[in-house]
């Protein structure tokens, strides 16, 4: 990890909100951090899994002001995601295109009302790094289960904005983690397919893919479509 470069942009939305801190209530955007390794596998899935099912359930990706982002511990900045990502992508219907790898840097955790990592360890390079990223860090898996938990009646209506349900689904969840834990340490990892051939690829994509549909219809308050 690196210390931020100065001026230096984050991708998708990063107009309106430059030089901002996060402080857990104010600005009228909420930003998702997906977090892995090499950021060119898992958070790039990830990233443009959550987008697609954003457009699905609320006709476009960014509606409301949901960003959704992704970054790598030890990012291969610059580089293209991996052809069996893309491929992986594609099954889904959802876009690769545009795709630049990035090193997480420290702006991008201040700017994340949410980060989604992989694994136990990236969550803990992410707490580690400071900028109260404690309460809203999470392994994807994890919050997953947290969100399972948590009664939807008790979030905002989307009526009320999509950024006021977000920030309540991410309270609610960070009181529940120590009270509704994983079966096993394992059952919160996602697990790396750099190198592996593309039906491993597939099956980390699957395992993604259902654990992010709960936390979008939680987010949204909108199912997937039948």
Known sequence: MTAPEAGRGIGTGNTGNAGTHWDGASGDS?????????????????????????????????????????????????????ANAETVLADFGADASGFVGRELLDEHVIRADLVLTATRDHRAQVISMGHSAGLRTF???????????????????????????????????????????????????????YGAPLPFFRSVGDEIHQALDPVVTALTGVAARA
């Open 30 to 82: 909420f930003r998702i951090l997906h977090v892995s390794t090499g950021n060119v596998c898992r958070s790039p899935i990830t990233e443009r899994l959550t987008r697609h099912a954003l457009a699905d359930r609320l006709g476009d990706p960014l509606w409301g002001g949901l960003i959704v982002e992704s970054a790598g511990t030890w990012g291969h900045e610059g580089a293209p995601m991996e």
């Open 139 to 193: 392994t994807l898996k994890e919050f997953t289960r947290l969100v399972k938990a948590i009664d939807g009646a008790t979030l905002p209506p989307l009526e009320d904005g999509v950024v006021a349900r977000a920030r309540a689904l991410v309270r609610a969840a960070a009181a529940l983690r120590g009270w509704l834990l994983a079966p096993t340490a394992e059952a919160d990892e996602v697990y790396d397919p």
